[in-house]
């Protein structure tokens, strides 16, 4: 008894150490682990399009097609968004002398300006202008060095999302034959749950966004505001980044109608954004994203609040995904919990009704 005990001890203790070694590894390549996550999460987002091009075409030539497509899209939104901008920038700096005089020429602002000395702690400000210049240029070097790293870094997330795309399939097939036939039936009904779930938050992200885009269309068409189609795609395209993303497009906009019919169309628009935010936030979200991912309203917005308060904006963007997972797994294992039950208690049944000498109640047949 002792020397089991002891045995059982000792392996016990090893095997928390290993586990402990593991989670000390994780840690130590978590820039990895983190990297790989995104690239897994964006080859299962991905994959239905990739599917779809790859009836018609090699499946590296569908998987390159679609980074295209992506890369196009996104140019097409600079292209439409930057040359309205910079319009704008040179047209206010062309009227800035004008503004100036205005300022000069208003009472009040000449009393304050005589009252506090602002036009001397400007001018203050600006004689100090090349000496903070040269020590903004020291933080040139680390800046670049950042970008740098981000590049090598995109460039590493869509390679491996490349490779998970033209192989992620076999590998999974490998995995699920390596499996007893029971649990590979089960985790093959859980992997088409999880793919069917992503797949259906990126449609409901870009529902969102659609309605976003609309919104800021019309109000901008209302107010009168150049450039509405533009700053609508812009919205849009910044809509399906979470939390931050819808209230950057608000800004951008915002400013825009700073230089055209300030303070009313900068007013009515600020009010705007405010309102239909809190809309899509906790009404168009839970909906959407109930249809598409099969996930409680509830459920989104914690998941959603906790996925950010623990990663940030990745967070917040991989949050539905996991809680969608999360439900299904739980609900695979709930039903597998009811089907052992039910089996037992047919088996309880037939050995109590042998004991009593009448026939056996056959087991309930499964729907």
Same mark, same amino acid.
């Given at each position: 008894m002792a020397q089991v005990s002891t045995r059982t001890l000792a392996r016990i203790f090893f095997t928390l150490v290993l586990f402990a070694g593991l989670l000390y590894l994780a840690w130590q390549i978590?820039?990895?682990?983190?990297?790989?996550?995104?690239? &897994?999460?964006?080859?299962? !987002?991905?994959?239905?399009?990739?599917?779809?091009?790859?009836?018609?075409?090699?499946?590296?030539?569908?998987?390159?097609?679609t980074y295209v497509l992506?890369?196009?899209?996104?140019?097409?939104?600079?292209?439409?968004? &930057?040359?309205?901008?910079?319009?704008?920038?040179?047209?206010?700096?062309?009227?800035?002398?004008?503004?100036?005089?205005?300022?000069?020429?208003?009472? *009040?602002?000449?009393?304050?300006?005589?009252?506090?000395? &602002?036009?001397?702690?400007?001018?203050?400000?600006?004689?100090?202008?090349?000496? =903070?210049?040269?020590?903004? !240029?020291g933080e040139l070097q680390s800046v670049t060095v950042g970008?740098?790293? =981000?590049?090598?870094? *995109?460039?590493?997330?869509?390679?491996i999302t490349f490779f998970l795309l033209?192989?992620?399939?076999?590998?999974?097939?490998?995995?699920? +034959?390596?499996?007893?036939?029971?649990?590979?039936?089960? !985790?093959?009904?859980?992997?088409?749950?999880?793919?069917?779930?992503?797949?259906?938050?990126v449609a409901g992200n870009l529902i969102i966004s659609i309605i976003?885009?609309?919104? *800021?269309?019309? *109000?901008? =068409?209302?107010?009168?505001?150049?450039?509405?189609?533009?700053?609508a795609i812009l919205?849009?395209?910044?809509?399906?980044?979470p939390l931050v993303g819808a209230t950057i497009g608000a800004v951008v906009v915002g400013i825009v109608t700073l230089f055209t019919d300030f303070p009313t169309a900068t007013i009515v628009w600020a009010i705007v954004a405010v309102v239909y935010q809190q809309f899509e936030n906790h009404v168009v979200q839970p909906l959407v994203y109930r249809t598409t991912v099969d996930v409680r309203p509830l459920v989104v917005i914690v998941a959603i609040l906790v996925g950010a308060s623990l990663l940030g904006v990745? +967070?917040?963007?991989?949050?539905i995904p996991v809680a969608a997972t999360v439900q299904i797994v739980l609900r695979d294992v709930w039903e597998h919990r009811q089907e052992r039950l039910a089996g037992q208690r047919a088996a309880a049944s037939v050995v109590d009704t042998a004991g009593t000498g009448e026939p056996p109640v056959p087991p309930p047949s499964p729907a």
């Open positions: 978590r820039d990895v682990l983190l990297l790989v996550f995104i690239s &897994i999460f964006l080859a299962v !987002a991905l994959g239905p399009a990739v599917d779809f091009f790859d009836r018609r075409l090699p499946r590296a030539g569908a998987i390159l097609l992506i890369l196009l899209a996104i140019l097409g939104v600079g292209g439409l968004v &930057i040359p309205p901008v910079v319009d704008q920038v040179e047209e206010f700096a062309a009227n800035v002398p004008r503004y100036v005089q205005d300022i000069r020429e208003n009472p *009040t602002i000449r009393e304050y300006d005589e009252r506090y000395k &602002i036009t001397q702690k400007l001018e203050a400000e600006a004689s100090q202008l090349p000496s =903070t210049l040269a020590s903004a !240029a970008i740098f790293a =981000t590049a090598v870094e *995109t460039v590493a997330v869509l390679s033209m192989d992620g399939r076999r590998l999974t097939e490998f995995l699920f +034959g390596l499996m007893h036939p029971r649990r590979e039936r089960r !985790a093959r009904k859980i992997a088409h749950g999880v793919y069917a779930a992503v797949a259906g938050y976003a885009a609309i919104v *800021t269309y019309a *109000t901008l =068409t209302i107010l009168g505001v150049p450039f509405a189609i533009p700053l919205v849009a395209f910044l809509d399906l980044i990745l +967070g917040a963007l991989v949050a």
